[in-house]
């Protein structure tokens, strides 16, 4: 089961480096196992098989973002949203396989992206992989509050007779500034929690919910209202392209890599895999492939039903009756407990940075980092959190550091030709970084 690392003196007699935490992730407790350990483990004794790696990969990147696409693609236009999904995909999809491949090829033990960008760029760059590791943590935990605050927030203040639910009928008006304050004072309890094998039923539970808002909103949308014929038409009316740089990157481009880059997963899923060499990159590929084909129709559908006032969230824009009210709350339920999950990744970073190995300051360092996620939420809606967490370090994480590790692994053996593709990837993953910062800093 996830544990926080072990920060007593090893044989060796050298303290354990806090350089070497990797995050973990949700899919660590389908197995009840924890991914951060698995490099001490031959491959026999784990054995994931490809399509287990597969459908974990997909988990990873199909969730709660997927319900904010609709909104990108109003942002970026039909067949800008469905480049800008395929572009980020696959070079998500690249950078991963690039990442694998610079970890059999650099000399010594690299069990962790931050010890890769160590052994390759040195010292600052690991470290580098080490904040932007610890943002990206910190900054999907803090969508997940703005998640379930503008969810409640649709129950709770919907105030038509034909829609009542129970979060409307006890807990009436309540703004989702509120219902943020709330669920932080929740969580805090269960992020000091050591163990959490009480959330291993998170998974099933998790996918089932995301699946279950995907087909439930698309069965809206086309049975209830405004139908599919109705879709159809209106999905020739809307824009084709973004109207601006500032609505391409600053609303909805960080959204997408949000979704997609989840880079700083490479070596958990690797040190779990059997054959990783033989495997790896065709799971990574049909994860990337099949997650890209569902979200591209759900959100070309759903920006056809809701044309322009699609709202951030799309399930904003589902009627509160009692079977959607249920799924709008099995959503924020699943959110809930994966806060702890994720949360666990920054956790085990800010212990081994800052904390002896035992100290009675972490309530208070756990209390600071959930407050911290909180002030997030202050940037604005879902989609502008996203847009920020997922174009700023799950950008960088995913299209700068492979590419300038593979660049630096290749020559430092002596390798000739393939740098300009990297050198490619690296500067787009520059641009988006920098235009998706700029124009949300100044909107």
Not at 208 to 237: C, H, K, N, R, Y
Not at 302 to 320: A, E, K, M, P, R
Not at 372 to 384: R, V
Request: hydrophobic share 45%; proline share 5%.
């Amino acid at each position: 089961m996830m544990q926080r690392p072990n920060m007593s003196n090893n044989t060796n007699g050298t303290k354990y480096s806090p350089l070497s935490v990797e995050p973990s992730s949700e899919l660590d407790l389908e197995s009840g196992s924890n991914n951060n350990d698995t490099s001490r483990h031959s491959p026999e004794q784990q054995g994931q098989s490809q399509l287990s790696a597969t459908i974990n990969l997909s988990k990873c990147i199909c969730g709660a973002g997927s319900f904010a696409l609709p909104h990108v693609f109003l942002e970026e236009g039909v067949l800008g949203g469905t480049l800008a999904l395929t572009l980020c995909g696959g070079l998500a999809a690249y950078t991963m396989a690039s990442l694998a491949r610079s970890k059999w090829q650099c000399q010594g033990v690299s069990s962790s992206y931050v010890e890769l960008a160590e052994a390759s760029l040195g010292k600052r760059a690991g470290q580098t992989v080490f904040v932007l590791t610890l943002s990206a943590s910190m900054g999907v935990c803090s969508t997940y509050l703005v998640f379930i605050g503008e969810t409640l927030e649709s129950l709770s203040c919907d105030n038509t007779q034909s829609n009542k639910n129970l979060i409307r009928t006890f807990l009436p008006d309540i703004p989702a500034s509120t219902w943020e304050v709330g669920t932080a004072l929740l969580v805090f309890p269960l992020c000091l929690l050591r163990s959490y094998r009480v959330f291993a039923f998170t998974s099933a539970l998790g996918v089932g919910a995301v699946m279950g808002g995907i087909l439930v909103t698309l069965a809206s949308g086309i049975w209830v209202e405004p139908g599919f014929g109705v879709a159809l038409e209106q999905i020739w009316d809307m824009p084709l392209w973004p109207d601006s740089l500032a609505k391409a990157f600053g609303s909805s481009f960080g959204t997408i890599a949000y979704l997609f880059c989840i880079n700083f997963l490479t070596f958990p899923i690797l040190n779990s895999m059997a054959n990783p060499k033989e495997e790896y990159a065709s799971a990574v590929n049909t994860a990337v492939a099949g997650v890209w084909l569902v979200n591209v129709v759900f959100a070309i559908l759903c920006l056809g039903f809701y044309g322009h006032n699609t709202q951030d969230l799309v399930l904003g824009n589902l009627s509160n009756g009692p079977y959607l009210s249920a799924l709008k709350l099995l959503l924020c339920v699943d959110l809930l407990f994966t806060f702890p999950i994720v949360f666990l990744g920054g956790r085990q970073i800010l212990e081994a940075a800052l904390l002896p190995p035992s100290h009675n300051w972490r309530t208070a360092m756990v209390a600071t980092a959930v407050a911290c996620c909180w002030g997030l939420t202050k940037i604005g809606g879902f989609g502008t959190v996203a847009n920020l967490v997922g174009g700023v370090a799950q950008g960088t994480l995913a299209f700068i550091m492979p590419p300038a590790i593979a660049v630096a692994l290749a020559r430092r053996n002596g390798e000739q030709g393939g740098e300009a593709a990297h050198w490619v990837v690296c500067i787009f993953g520059v641009v988006v970084v920098s235009s998706v910062t700029y124009f949300t800093a100044f909107p």
